[in-house]
């Protein structure tokens, strides 16, 4: 399993860090099988998974129970587990029972949070207390309201310099990457070459230190409309629809279930049983 050395290194290196999202047991599988480095359990799963329209209903409890399902199905990856809304705001002790408790009830190796300001302090005194912690800034979801909608930040000189800076301060903090979403691929490139810890660029061009997708649109599984910046490749739409429509078909039809997938009995215990 690849950790924090070792993402340091690639970033070095110059050899792209691959990060993928996954929620349950068979995307976890998936994920270790293609060779992502690591894997996020994003509170994206609030709309993925779950269905609500943003990210701020997802809760601890939530976050927990996917990522033990992640766990059990990618056994040899560095796995980070975003911290939802508001459980790193109320107060120190509120912040860390939380990171403590998703480290210690769904096995997650680092913690992912949105943010820098008074998030600075949360991602400190988690690193201190020996939990890795990945930063998230650039368009932060979970502040939405805030942003004014999900758009590009930092494109105008003075948005990006404030950029630059919490950048900065969630290395001196202590985080160990920085994912950084919907920038201006000139800025992700400034901002990785400033940090010594490695950026992960979502919406933020090819010159981040490494990439995330969220798994759901990189299949096209569930999801009616992706941003700019996901990639598409094969779309399970079709294969999904297909499989299950036919299901549906066949079972008015008569036509499955068919001969082998029938289990019989002997004729002679027919006999015995009607006499
Ligand atoms: O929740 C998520 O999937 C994320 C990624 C998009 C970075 O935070
Ligand atoms: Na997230």
Redesign the pocket.
């Known amino acids: 399993m690849k950790t924090k050395m070792d993402f340091l290194k690639m970033k070095q290196q110059h050899e792209p860090i691959v990060?993928l999202?996954a929620y349950d047991y068979p995307s976890a599988k998936y994920a270790e099988a293609a060779g992502v480095d690591m894997i996020?359990v994003?509170?994206?799963?609030g709309m993925v998974v779950l269905g609500y329209d943003s990210?701020i209903p997802v809760t601890v409890d939530d976050m927990i129970h996917h990522t033990k399902a992640v766990k059990r199905g990618a056994t040899d990856t560095f796995i980070v587990t975003?911290m939802p809304f508001m459980s790193y705001h109320l107060s120190k002790e509120d912040t860390m029972r939380n990171a403590a408790r998703i480290i210690q009830e769904s096995g997650a190796h680092a913690l992912?949070l949105?943010g820098a300001g008074e998030v600075l302090g949360a991602i400190r005194d988690i690193t201190n207390a020996g939990v890795p912690v990945v930063g998230?800034l650039g368009l932060t979801?979970q502040s939405v309201g805030v942003l004014g909608g999900y758009r590009v930040q930092g494109r105008d000189a003075e948005e990006a310099k404030k950029l630059i800076e919490d950048a900065k301060k969630c290395e001196e903090a202590g985080a160990i990457a920085l994912?950084l979403?919907c920038v201006p691929r000139q800025l992700a490139e400034e901002i990785s070459k400033q940090l010594s810890i490695p950026t992960?660029g979502?919406g933020a061009g090819v010159e981040a230190d490494g990439q995330?997708?969220?798994y759901h649109d990189v299949l096209t599984y569930g999801v009616e409309r992706v941003p700019k910046f996901v990639k598409q490749y094969e779309s399970l739409r079709e294969p999904i629809m297909f499989s299950l429509s036919q299901y549906v078909k066949e079972v008015k039809a008569r036509q499955f279930p068919a001969e082998q997938h029938t289990f019989t009995m002997k004729q002679e215990q027919l006999s015995a049983l009607y006499g």
């Open positions: 990060m999202t996020l994003g509170d994206s799963l990210t975003d992912k949105e998230h979801p994912v979403e992960i979502i995330v997708l969220v």
